[in-house]
C-alpha cells in the first residue's frame, strides 16, 4: 500500500443523514409513483441504481416528517436489519430511518468510490458492534474506518469497477432476452406444434404418468439424515436441472417418511407452499430422489420422454398456476384431482425429441451466459479486494 492512503472516519470526509417516515395513519402523507416522490425502504435497494421505490410520499408527507432528500447519484447504505446493503440513488428522492445517506467531501472522496468501499467497511463496523453489543446507529456510522487512496486513484478504481459491472449487466440483459426467447420457444414447440400433429396423442396427464407421494421423516431422529439419497423439497427447485439438494436422508429415513424413492426419470413439481402464489416448480434430478409431502414426482409412461414433460410442465406453468387454490390455513395448493384431469396433447417420441433438441440447445446458451456471469462476478470479488486495499494500483492510462 502506498504512503498515500490512509484509514479515517467516514464522517471526516462525508455528512451522514438518516431518512425517515412519515405517518402511517396520514393518507395524505402518501401518494403514486405518478405524482409522489420517490421514497426508498430496503426492500429497493436490490440494484446498483434505484429509480424506482415500492412507495412514494408527497409533499405534504416530505414536509411533516424528518425524511431527507437524497439528490441522484448519492451513496445510500441500510444500516439496520439488513446491514450493508449499498445503491446509489438514480433520481432525487428519499429514504426511510434503516438508510443512510451519504455526501462525500468531493475534495477528498469519489462518491463512486465509496460506494464500492462501503459494504466491506460496514462488515468491520457490524464485527465491532457484535462484540460490544451494542447497535447501529448514526453516531458509529460516522467512526466507521474507510481506507482511501488518493482522489485521482479513487476515481480510475471506480471507473474499474463500474466497467466491470457494465460487463455483468450487459450479460444479464442478454440472459434476460434468452429467457424470453425461451418463453416464447417452449410455447412455440409444445403447446402450439403439437396440436397441428394428426399422430399426437390427445388425453389429461393422467393418461400420460403415474403419481408417487413423498413424506418427511422425523426431525429429531439423526439415524433418518444426512445419507447419501437427495431429498427434494421446495426450496431446492429453483431451476429446472437440480444437482444438488440440501437435505439428504438414509435408506431407513426413507421408510420412516413412507415415501418411495423416485427413479432417475422422475419429474418433480411443488403441489403445496407459498411459492405456488406465483411459481410452479417444476424440476428434474440426475439419480433415484426422496422428496418431502409438498413435492409429487411425475414418472412418464411409455412413449412420453422424461425431459418433454418437464418442458410440458414449463410450457404449461401459467394455466396450471390458475388452479392453485388455498388450505384451510392459507397455504397455497393444487389439487390432485385438476392437475390429473389438466388436458395434454404429446407428440410421437420422435417429434419429443426434436422439439428437445432446439430447447436444449437454447438452455444451453443460457447455461453459458450464466456460468460467465457467475466467473466475472467472482473475478470482481477477487480485484475488489485487492483495489480497496491498495494491493493492485491502477495506471494512470486507466482513468478514463
Known sequence: MSDEWRTIPAGSVA????????????????????????????????????????????????????????????????????????????????????IAAFFPDPTQLESRYLFHILPRSARSVI???????????????????????????????????????????SAQRVISKLIGLRHGLLRTVILALPDTMPDARRGILDDFVDWLSGGTPAKSSPQFWNGTISWITPKDMKSPLLRRTVDSLTSRGIAAAGSRLAPPDAVFIVVRGM???????VSRISGSAAFNQDVKAL???SGLAPD?????????????????????????????????????????????HKALAVLRAMDSRIDSELASVRKARSQKEGLLADLLIGRVHVPQREAS
Open 299 to 301: 414418472l412418464p409412461r
Open 127 to 169: 464485527t465491532d458492534v457484535a462484540i460490544k453489543g451494542a447497535t447501529l446507529n448514526k453516531k458509529s456510522l460516522t467512526s466507521m474506518q474507510l481506507l482511501l487512496p488518493p482522489p485521482e486513484e479513487q476515481r480510475r478504481i471506480a471507473n474499474v469497477i463500474d466497467a466491470i459491472d457494465e460487463g455483468i449487466e
Open 15 to 98: 455528512r451522514i443523514e438518516i431518512g425517515g417516515t412519515p405517518a402511517r395513519d396520514q393518507p395524505t402523507f402518501w401518494s403514486d409513483q405518478e405524482s409522489g416522490n420517490a421514497w426508498a425502504s430496503i426492500a429497493d435497494l436490490n440494484s446498483k441504481v434505484v429509480v424506482e421505490t415500492a412507495e412514494y410520499i408527497s409533499d405534504l408527507g416530505v414536509r411533516s416528517s424528518n425524511v431527507k432528500l437524497v439528490p441522484a447519484g448519492t451513496p445510500i447504505m441500510s444500516f439496520k436489519l439488513t446491514i450493508g446493503r449499498t445503491a446509489l440513488a438514480g433520481r432525487d428522492l428519499y429514504t426511510n430511518e434503516a
Open 308 to 352: 418433454y414433460l418437464m418442458y410440458w410442465l414449463m410450457a404449461n406453468s401459467e394455466a396450471i398456476l390458475c388452479l392453485v387454490g388455498e388450505s384451510t390455513h392459507g397455504t397455497k395448493k393444487l389439487d390432485l384431482s385438476d392437475l390429473k384431469t389438466f388436458p395434454a396433447v404429446i407428440p410421437p417420441l420422435a417429434s419429443q
Open 275 to 281: 411459492i405456488l402464489a406465483h411459481t410452479f416448480p
